[in-house]
């Protein structure tokens, strides 16, 4: 409205110079004078001046008009993270778990808890965390809609914390997942699961960092590769999802750092890509095999970048391919790889049977190999 208002006062403006204009013209027309007035020539200038802020002001106007208000753009905010929630709370679950608890004394007695999971599939298979379910002697899953069904182990893994439920159901709603190469540190996160229970919570924050890598145990492999945000994570967000702005899954909930048990700030997920394709090996086969190499890795001292090869493991897929020791591994299907945890990350990416291409450094060249992957000798389950 402001617009017209300010088109039409230019507009009459301009006409009343045109007329004067004219006048002038007659002026010179009758009385031949040479020259015009000081007091023409000062209306004028007046007039034009007053045209030109009449201009500046309609523009400021149109700009002041096309900016949102800081309330629009909060109102914009709350409404995608609304939107992004409603998108994912269909596809995310309540876990409750009975166990067997054994107390100083050598007595057993049931306990309860509590986590969440990932719908994978519309006929019922569920992604959650091994150290949710991987003790569990009776598994109930509550779904948004609040029905309740039992669920049964498929398989679960300790080394990626990864484990497959299977409820008799159909027609459920699965998440989408995102690979982490997509990821970017500060964009926002979601987190959606049942901390203490309370199903369906939704708390939002940034991606803090990735590539983040934890020794949880002596007995199970590093976690690779985590995702790190600040968006709160608390006890039964486990197996729940991280989610992006689109609503995809980037990742499932794992880990707090805490001293206290309850959030810090400091939570972790597992990346999409080593969750869903632990979730495809149990799907297909009923468990899991990580894939192998056969190397052993040692300090790298060299000025190149990579993974020092300290030995190979005889009759292995890198000796087969003819990796030696003293080779500095550099890429690892066409990845770039400074450390240990970045090969391990990779590798675990990758099933049995998959050959990749690896770049090695040796002896001031670089090479190529193709490396068949076999079953880890010590990491089946």
Do not use: W
């Not at 006929?123 to 669920?151: R, S, W």
């Not at 309370?198 to 590769?225: C, F, H, K, N």
């Not at 970045?342 to 040796?362: E, F, P, S």
Request: with cysteine; glycine share 8%.
């Amino acid at each position: 409205m402001n617009i017209i208002k300010n088109n039409c006062r230019i507009k009459k403006i301009a006409l009343s110079i045109t007329v004067i204009i004219i006048a002038i013209v007659f002026l010179f027309a009758f009385t031949g004078c040479a020259q015009i007035t000081d007091a023409i020539k000062s209306l004028i200038e007046q007039r034009t001046a007053r045209v030109a802020e009449t201009v500046e002001t309609a523009k400021m106007a149109t700009v002041e008009e096309k900016k949102p208000s800081d309330l629009t753009i909060l109102a914009e905010f709350d409404s995608a993270i609304s939107t992004v929630a409603e998108k994912v709370k269909p596809s995310v679950v309540n876990v409750k778990v009975m166990v067997t608890q054994e107390d100083f004394f050598g007595n057993t007695r049931t306990g309860e808890g509590v986590g969440s999971g990932i719908i994978y599939s519309s006929d019922g298979y569920i992604i959650t965390n091994n150290h949710v379910v991987g003790d569990a002697i009776e598994l109930t899953v509550t779904l948004n809609d609040g029905k309740e069904f039992p669920a049964k182990i498929i398989a679960a893994d300790p080394n990626t914390d990864i484990a497959v439920i299977k409820i008799e159901a159909t027609g459920l709603e699965p998440a989408e997942f995102v690979s982490v190469d997509d990821v970017k540190v500060g964009e926002l996160a979601i987190a959606v699961g049942s901390p203490f229970g309370l199903q369906q919570t939704v708390t939002q924050g940034v991606v803090s960092a990735i590539g983040r890598d934890l020794s949880v145990s002596a007995e199970s492999l590093p976690m690779v590769d985590l995702i790190q945000t600040d968006a709160a994570i608390n006890p039964g967000n486990s197996g729940g999802a991280l989610v992006n702005s689109a609503g995809q899954v980037m990742g499932v909930n794992t880990i707090i750092y805490s001293t206290s048990g309850s959030s810090a700030g400091i939570g972790f997920a597992i990346p999409s890509d080593i969750a869903v394709n632990i979730a495809n090996q149990i799907i297909k086969t009923g468990k899991v095999q990580l894939a192998f190499m056969g190397i052993e890795m040692g300090v790298n001292n060299t000025s190149v970048k990579g993974v020092m090869i300290s030995s190979t493991v005889a009759g292995y897929p890198a000796e087969k391919a003819g990796i030696k020791a003293g080779d500095v591994i550099t890429e690892f299907d066409s990845k770039a790889i400074e450390n240990t945890y970045q090969l391990l990350a990779q590798i675990i990416r990758h099933n049995v049977g998959d050959t990749v291409k690896v770049k090695v450094y040796r002896a001031g060249a670089y090479l190529d190999f193709n490396v068949t992957l076999t079953a880890s000798p010590n990491q089946a389950s």
